[in-house]
């Protein structure tokens, strides 16, 4: 069965993310997956004893934002799961694309105040993932 693998983080922009996703796993009769990274480098410098704590609080959240991503899609009729993972955005998600044999990855738009950019992910992340997995990468 083909694979959609859907980055979402959450919040308002996640959710068009998440709906088009669906819609594209509808239209090709695929299996949907949504993927959240928890990525807590950022605290290392700050808070280095509480980062592993800080950590598993993320991926907790990340998880209950995935169940309620797949509860969507499943009532749109499209069979969907969900993983969490730790770390590096990019290193994780081609690793998940890789897993799971990906022929799609959806990453959402960037939010207006994000410090990544839509030149960013269209220009050099998305080509990145692409040599990387082999998977086409949808900005939305």
């Given at each position: 069965?083909d694979?959609?693998l859907?980055a979402t983080?959450?919040?308002e922009?996640?959710?068009?993310?998440?709906?088009?996703?669906?819609?594209?796993?509808k239209?090709r009769?695929?299996?949907?997956?949504?993927i959240?990274?928890?990525?807590?480098r950022?605290l290392?410098?700050?808070?280095?004893?509480r980062?592993?704590?800080?950590?598993?609080?993320?991926e907790?959240?990340?998880?209950?934002?995935?169940?309620?991503a797949?509860?969507?899609a499943e009532?749109?009729?499209?069979?969907?799961?969900y993983?969490?993972?730790?770390?590096?955005?990019?290193?994780?998600?081609?690793?998940?694309?890789?897993?799971?044999n990906a022929?799609?990855i959806?990453?959402?738009h960037p939010?207006?105040?994000s410090?990544?950019?839509?030149?960013y992910l269209?220009?050099k992340?998305?080509?990145?993932?692409?040599?990387?997995?082999?998977?086409?990468?949808?900005?939305v």
């Amino acid at each position: 069965m083909d694979v959609i693998l859907c980055a979402t983080r959450g919040g308002e922009a996640s959710v068009h993310t998440q709906e088009r996703a669906i819609e594209l796993a509808k239209e090709r009769n695929a299996k949907l997956v949504f993927i959240f990274v928890a990525d807590v480098r950022f605290l290392e410098g700050f808070t280095a004893p509480r980062v592993p704590a800080m950590e598993g609080e993320m991926e907790r959240l990340g998880e209950f934002l995935l169940l309620v991503a797949k509860e969507r899609a499943e009532k749109a009729g499209v069979e969907a799961d969900y993983i969490v993972r730790s770390g590096d955005f990019k290193t994780a998600l081609v690793e998940a694309a890789k897993e799971l044999n990906a022929s799609l990855i959806v990453l959402g738009h960037p939010a207006d105040n994000s410090l990544t950019t839509i030149e960013y992910l269209e220009n050099k992340l998305a080509p990145a993932i692409e040599e990387e997995t082999g998977s086409k990468v949808l900005v939305v």
